[in-house]
């Protein structure tokens, strides 16, 4: 089984930057990626930043400049958002793929954590 929490959400002024963190824990053997998502009101779920267990990333247009994602160790990634725009409000999820130490791979969610600009 595996857990992700998510955590370093809150109200900040439009320009500024939030640190949003994702642990893992659980019978993990590895991590092949981890991705972060955000749900606007009224909105679809949409795909921000990714990172691989090799370090590569990949990122949506609308937060290339803005946002990095990276990985602390091998069971925490941090996303560092900058520049927040208005827009940017949403709960932000974390989504891994993680192999098990029993060989399954599975997918988990987050439980999200919310993200306020305000203007």
């Known amino acids: 089984q595996v857990q992700l929490v998510e955590s370093g959400g809150g109200l900040v002024q439009a320009g500024g930057s939030l640190r949003l963190a994702c642990a893992a824990s659980?019978?993990?053997?590895?991590?092949?990626?981890v991705k972060w998502y955000r749900q606007a009101p009224g909105k679809q779920r949409e795909f921000v930043a990714g990172i691989t267990s090799f370090g590569s990333t990949d990122y949506a247009d609308f937060v290339k400049g803005r946002f990095t994602i990276s990985r602390e160790n091998t069971k925490n990634t941090v996303l560092q958002m900058n520049s927040l725009k208005p827009e940017d409000t949403a709960v932000y999820y974390c989504?891994?793929?993680?192999?098990?130490?029993?060989?399954?791979?599975?997918?988990?969610w987050g439980q999200g954590t919310q993200v306020i600009v305000s203007s």
């Open positions: 989504n891994a793929e993680v192999r098990l130490t029993t060989r399954a791979t599975v997918s988990s």
């Open positions: 659980g019978s993990i053997s590895n991590i092949n990626f």
